[in-house]
């Protein structure tokens, strides 16, 4: 907190104080970057003081992060992040390249990478003495502050479309949000709980409009530099200076996981504590493809589609935070794919298959979008490469089903076992 000196506007680089706005400019609505004193955290931590022995959690970079230590021992809030980084070979020698890793954010306590950004707003309200926070949600970023709000014994309010998978509803109302599924899309949720924040005066956490959003989705990028480096032995542990994958895949729906991403890289950038930042890719559904469109138009303005996706978590019309999106990947010497629903379904049987990671939709896009890269020569063969999965398949069971089938029903015989058996 004490390294927090503000916000710059992303589109008119005004600057701001602390305190002096809640979400986005006042001037055009655009999305703010927090700035940090570099040279306060330069003087005091390391890249090698950071790694020995912390919290196994994004709490272990809290000197980079614009809040203070927020409490909550012993809670999930103290769990989220420091998701495990595999390298699974079969599924590398299935697309086609040396060095694929695959860091699976699935694993946080709510099974999505959303618990990152939802504890620090979690924390953010907590500092600034807000009481309710609302976020609209199509299911994940609710089920994430429904479950940190649950942890820090805070109400929560959740506007999800009806349409939201039913496993996700569940979580949401297990974790007591208050949830109201709303007769529409995600982007009219959207609307409809800044309406309400303002009008009930509910701290507002949504995805690309909340600063704190970003801030916590950051920390996998602090933890894909940390944990590559230890992989792959490239310095020493504690080294001052970490190494990181040439490329890093992950989807897109809002746009603000990888503008996070960036951001977090960026800061490391800054402190000094990588020399490079990898390529990052994102990978969106052609159903849903509103910044992929920009990226390859050459253009930063974000024209609204009409969402048609399987992905749930990835399908918006309006990604609100477009245009810091589509510069990670401009700004980085990526790109944007776009991938099909059946592109996915078989990323997520392959996921399942060759790494044993299940995936739900909008987290196997991303591995898609490996495949197709490889497809396109976008990525060279001894590159090592990093996809991360965003969300738990069993987040949608449904889709699921969809990837891998029905199971057959037999009689309890040791015949219609063989029968069966026999035929495929
Ligand atoms: C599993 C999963 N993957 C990817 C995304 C996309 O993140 P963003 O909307 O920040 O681009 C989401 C967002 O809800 C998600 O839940
Ligand atoms: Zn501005």
Redesign the pocket.
Known sequence: MGTFVGYR??????EYGPREVPY???????N?DVVLDYATIRRTFSAGSISPAREPSIWRYLPLLPVEDPGHEGTVLRAVGWTPLLKPPRLAHLAGIDHLWLKDDGRNPTASFKDRASAVAVARAQEIGADVIVTASTGNAGAALAGMAAAAGRPAVILAPKTAPPAKVAQLLVFGAKVLLVDGTYDQAFDLSLEAARVFGWYCRNTGYNPFTAEGKKTAAFEIAEQFTSATQARDAGAAVWAVPEAVFVSVGDGNIISGLHKGFKDLLMLGWIERIPRLYGVQSTGSAAIYNAFVAGVETITPVRATTMADSISVDLPRDGVRAVRAARETGGAYLAVSDEDILAAMRDLARAAAVFAEPAGAAAYAGVVAAVGERMIGQGEHVLVLNTGNGLKDVRAAMQAAGEARVIEPTLKALKKSMQSS
């Open positions: 506007c992303s589109l008119c680089s005004a986005t400019c006042p001037r055009d609505g655009g703010l």
